[in-house]
């Protein structure tokens, strides 16, 4: 479908409620691919479920993990997605095939996986309480040099084109280091107006244009430009171009984003399932969409594409959009809505070759327009689709996977025979050509690369574990209690018993007597 001809005539943000997706298991996170054709969902028993978001169905589900998925990246051309889960797996994942490429394992918590928009074989990984890592799909890695007063609680993401890394810690400090040299290229504190410093939890780019917003402790958001950051240099002051901010209630974000074109940005409340959208240019707030009433937000994404937003809350993955109205008089302008019929009066030569009523002689002839030849062969690339430094589209981006139709009960036809005659040719044939007739083994498990981090903490438990922890302990408590009193009540039985017979011994000694 041509892109051109779904942009609104008006607003570019979506406004209501579009439904929801129910992958079955709870929902933790979620990430588009590139041309937003496709939606991958990180579930908490592992698994990542991939819909279609054309039809809003599920194409493909891979059973990733034995423990929750917290963070998901898809390569530039979608063939590849990256994973991690709270037992400190990473892991690449073929889309097509669902087979798993790499799997690597870190000795702590792993909070953010993120592959180089460039790259495919190029991925950073933020560990907990852990400089950043660059990693490579053959196992080598390398640790991104901080300065030395460097707080641990670092978050980190690549910019758009993938040539630098913007990290930022607890005390304020965003430090751009570049990817191919790991030098430090700039550095800058974000401060609250007076000599405090804020905690920043996380750095966002837009996938147009050279701006990244910082998330902050503050609750406020702050729009930077990248390449005024890094004009500053080193311990530079770059002025943000925005400051976003709830001024009524004073509301922490839990996750925030850009719009697919770059011109809106999108907050997701921590405290209740609410979401703030910012015109990028002005500031100002445009629409604050409410969900359902005491659910939590864990993360939102915006469509790549289009005026489409999905936030997960309550492990349903809900989606956002505009009210289509059909308005056919934006495309034709002499285009007239009726109410009721009306008699139209034909003109006599209104459908003759050479209109005789003609008044006044067009300045072009028609015979012009109908000897011009019209391309209906080649397809131009849409700018949509593309970076600013491309001048063609990938032609090989996974945009769609094939599905096949699931039949419960398949029948069997009455004419087929109950036995194929070709099977048992077939095995002579093997046979004397020396081919094992035994079904295709099984495929090996893929053995987990073990990354060695340096002054890595390994007791540390990564936070979506942290919930479930006290459950799991109460759970134990209890198992444990019941265990006890069972077998305090089976030793208690057994010693009643005990003394039944030793008493019944005795009444029969004296009877005896």
């Known amino acids: 479908m041509n892109l051109e001809l779904l942009e609104s005539f008006g607003q570019n943000y979506p ?52 423990h929750p998925v917290c963070s998901l990246s898809w390569s530039r051309n979608g063939h590849k997605l990256l994973s991690a889960s709270t037992d400190n797996m990473v892991s690449i994942w073929d889309v097509l095939s669902g087979d798993c490429d790499y799997r690597f394992r870190f000795p702590s918590p792993v909070l953010k996986v993120m592959f180089n928009p460039r790259k495919r074989d190029q991925m950073l990984v933020c560990p907990m309480k852990h400089t950043p890592v660059v990693l ?15 707080d641990l609680n670092i978050v980190a993401t690549f910019d758009r084109r993938g040539s630098h890394i913007y990290s930022g810690n ?11 040299t790991l030098k430090v290229d700039a550095s800058f504190k974000v401060s609250t107006g007076s000599s405090n410093t804020t905690a920043i939890k996380s750095i966002e780019f837009a996938r147009r244009g050279d701006c990244f917003l910082v998330n902050t402790a503050d609750r406020v958001i702050r729009v930077y430009e ?56 002005y500031g100002n707030l445009v629409k604050i969409l409410h969900g359902t009433r005491g659910e939590l937000l864990l993360d939102v994404v915006w469509h790549p594409v289009r005026p489409i937003i999905a936030s997960v ?96 009960e398949p029948e069997e036809p009455s004419w087929a025979p109950a036995t194929d005659p070709t099977d048992e040719p077939l095995a002579e044939k093997r046979a004397a050509t020396g081919e094992s007739t035994s079904p295709s083994p099984k495929k090996k498990k893929l053995k987990a690369v073990e990354v060695d981090l340096k002054n890595a903490p390994s007791d540390e438990i990564h936070p979506l574990a942290l919930s479930k ?8 408590k209890t198992t444990n209690i019941s265990k006890s009193k069972v ?20 009444r029969s000694s004296d009877a005896q007597d």
């Open 15 to 66: 406004e209501e409620s579009d439904g929801t997706l129910d992958c079955i298991s709870i929902a933790l996170t979620c990430c588009f691919n590139k041309r937003g054709s496709l939606l991958a969902v990180g579930c908490n028993d592992g698994r990542i479920v991939i819909w279609d978001f054309l039809t809003r169905g599920i194409c493909k589900i891979i059973s990733a993990h034995v």
């Open 170 to 180: 607890a005390k304020g400090k965003v430090i751009v280091v570049n990817t191919k």
């Open 313 to 408: 809350s309550s492990g349903v993955v809900s989606l956002w959009a505009q009210n289509q109205v059909e308005n056919w008089s934006a495309y034709a302008p002499d285009f007239k809505e009726l109410d009721e019929n009306v008699e139209y009066e034909e003109r006599e030569s209104e459908f003759d070759i050479e209109d005789e009523d003609k008044s006044v002689e067009d300045a072009v002839d028609a015979r012009q327009l109908e000897d011009e030849e019209v391309d209906v062969v080649s397809v131009d690339a849409i700018a949509a689709f593309m970076s600013s430094d491309e001048e063609d589209e990938d032609g090989s981006a996974l945009l769609f996977l094939p599905v096949a139709p699931e039949i419960e």
């Open 487 to 506: 077998s305090s009540r089976s030793k208690d039985g057994v010693s009643k018993h005990r003394n039944i017979k030793q008493s019944s011994k005795n």
């Open 469 to 476: 922890g006290g459950e799991g302990k109460m759970k134990k």
């Open 226 to 281: 990248s390449r005024e950051v890094l004009a500053c240099g080193k311990d530079g002051e770059p002025e943000p171009i925005q400051k976003l901010q709830d001024l009524v209630n004073r509301t922490a974000w839990k996750k925030c984003c850009f719009s697919g074109d770059g011109e809106y940005i999108v907050a997701g409340s921590a405290r209740q399932h609410a979401l703030y959208i910012w015109e990028k240019k």
């Open 136 to 150: 490579s799909t053959d196992g080598t890695h390398s640790d991104i040099q901080l300065e030395e007063d460097s």
